[in-house]
């Protein structure tokens, strides 16, 4: 069942402000968000959602040094939540697009 995205947006910004400001391990808020996005998903896979796993960490430690904006990561989240109901490529190459363009 899809979430309505003002719920999605709301969950995936308290995670975000909570793990910025340090009161979310980055393995809990690796958590919250993958429950958030892989409840969204039609057609689940175990290696769909260990890809979608690595790219939620990976997303968070590229915020954790720098490399990305809390915005990117946001919209990231948000958008491949949102686009779960299209499956998990659609998820996927949403949460993909703040690692390209990642700062080196």
């Known amino acids: 069942m899809q979430t309505h995205p003002v719920l999605i947006e709301r969950a995936v ?3 975000l402000c909570g793990f910025s400001r340090g009161k979310l391990t980055p393995e809990e808020a690796a958590l919250d968000l993958f ?6 998903i ?4 175990h290696y769909s959602m ?7 960490r990976a997303i968070l430690a ?6 990305i904006d809390l915005p ?3 919209d990231a ?6 686009a779960g109901t299209e ?3 659609s998820v996927t190459i949403r949460l993909a697009q703040p690692l390209s363009s990642a700062r080196h």
């Open 62 to 67: 590229g915020m954790s040094n720098r490399k």
């Open 50 to 56: 260990a890809v979608i796993g690595y790219y939620i």
């Open 87 to 89: 499956g998990h490529s």
């Open 77 to 82: 989240f948000v958008d491949a939540a949102v």
């Open 35 to 40: 429950e958030l996005i892989s409840a969204q």
């Open 72 to 74: 990117d990561a946001f």
């Open 42 to 45: 039609n057609g689940r896979t």
């Open 13 to 15: 910004g308290a995670t």
